[in-house]
């Protein structure tokens, strides 16, 4: 590149207030090099090169499996650069769709802005530069995207697709950011105003694009080695004839977090029902938790704690070898449904939650455990402040509240119709 690509990033960086960061002043600096070095011109080198942006959750991700094959199949000789964050990374690090898999720190952006657009430059001057990018497409619907934009933009991809910030506008929502996102995105997208899976929606997407979808299933690349450890963690438990039930405690949000003592009365009905181990999975934040889960069991209950104590492929590995999954709604939910558990979900959300509008904010309606056999267990209503409100998931508090209301006996009666 004939531009001192590294001294324009620096320049960037030491003559930019961020705590007033300027969209216009973001585009106006780099648009001159972007023609200047030709990015908006037609790669000749024979080769697609394609970057996509995954820089959320960890569930978003496993619901994306089948987007990131599809463009894959569209693009059998393409180069594809996947960018996720680091909570993804371990996902997606034996993914065999993409050619390469970088990490970007998106937290930085709401807290440092110097220090994330300092790590995003290092990754244009090292990586995404060198790539010139023919597109780039961003899944993420529904929130305010100005992260995965300002990526897209500041990719040099040619052109940049994604769903726009203006999707919520069809119900009557006002428009965000309109102007900013004509100017860093080539091409927005407004998805169905139907009630649409988040899974099925990343694949919408690539058919607005032009793209074919010949299947709509999730992945998880885990292999011999992670379904090897898998089989030494759960030897304790892997009793000829017993039923073997995944328990999952954590949740991205403590409003989504069904309480312990309660998963407990659960356990303890279905240790009575059935002839059945217990397998607790989690991350060390969840050690506490399945430690006082324990405790409250009686003693007899065979129980195998795997919180903190296996990789995400791993965890994936150990849920394809379990029969069921209860828990909470959370990544590990929607790994369970991927590798094929029926799966009982315990939701902070009350039934018909939001009527018209539960395309927008149900979750239960959008994050449903995909293509599996499934029971979600919803309060009956809402608790104090949270009835009549209206905002995603149901429950305005951040820790256990409105789900405190759906009862043991229901979810497990849920564990006995899938079981049946």
């Known amino acids: 590149m004939a531009t001192d690509v590294k001294s324009l990033a620096e320049k960037y960086l030491n003559n930019t207030d961020f705590e007033q960061w300027d969209w216009q002043n973001f585009i106006s600096f780099f648009e001159q090099m972007f023609q200047q070095e030709g990015f908006r011109e037609e790669n000749n080198d024979g080769q697609q090169h394609i970057l996509l942006l995954r820089l959320d959750a960890m569930g978003d991700m496993v619901l994306s499996t089948g987007f990131v094959r599809e463009v894959r199949r569209n693009y059998p000789t393409a180069y594809i650069t996947l960018l996720v964050s680091p909570a993804i990374y371990p996902l997606v690090c034996d993914c065999p ?81 309109d102007e900013m996102e004509k100017a860093l995105m080539t091409d927005v997208f407004i998805s169905p105003r139907d009630i649409i899976h988040e899974a099925e929606r990343t694949l919408y997407l690539l058919k607005a694009i032009g793209m074919k979808v010949e299947a709509d299933n999730m992945e998880l690349w885990y292999g011999k080695k992670e379904l090897t450890i898998a089989k030494k963690l759960l030897s304790s438990v892997a009793t000829a004839g017993r039923t073997l039930i995944a328990v999952g405690l954590g949740a991205g949000t403590g409003n989504r977090k069904y309480p312990v003592k309660q998963y407990a009365e659960v356990l303890k009905i279905l240790y009575r029902k059935y002839t059945c181990c217990f397998v607790v999975l989690g991350g060390k934040s969840e050690q506490e938790d399945a430690e006082m889960l324990r405790a409250l069991l009686p003693s007899k209950t065979i129980v195998c704690n795997l919180t903190g104590r296996t990789s995400i492929l791993e965890t994936a590995a150990v849920l394809s070898k379990t029969d069921i999954y209860v828990g909470n709604d959370t990544g590990v939910m929607h790994m369970a449904a991927a590798v094929g558990l029926p799966v009982v979900m315990v939701s902070r959300e009350e039934d018909d939650f939001c009527g018209n509008l539960a395309g927008v904010f149900s979750e239960n309606q959008r994050f449903a455990p995909w293509q599996a056999n499934h029971v979600i267990c919803c309060p009956d209503g809402r608790t104090g402040d949270c009835v009549g409100w209206m905002g995603y998931g149901g429950c305005k508090e951040q820790y256990s509240h409105c789900i405190c209301n759906v009862k043991p006996d229901e979810i497990v009666k849920g564990v006995e119709i899938l079981l049946q």
Request: aromatic letters at 18%; a negative charge; one cysteine or more.
């Open 97 to 177: 769709y993409v050619n390469r898999i970088l990490v970007l720190n998106v937290s930085l952006f709401y807290s440092e802005k110097k220090d994330f657009f300092s790590e995003l430059l290092q990754l244009c001057v090292e990586y995404l530069w060198q790539e010139r990018y023919d597109f780039s497409i961003c899944p993420q619907w529904g929130d305010d995207k100005t992260i995965p934009e300002a990526v897209a933009y500041l990719s040099g991809a040619r052109q940049r697709f994604g769903y726009s910030c203006n999707t919520l506008s069809a119900y009557g929502f006002p428009l965000l950011h």
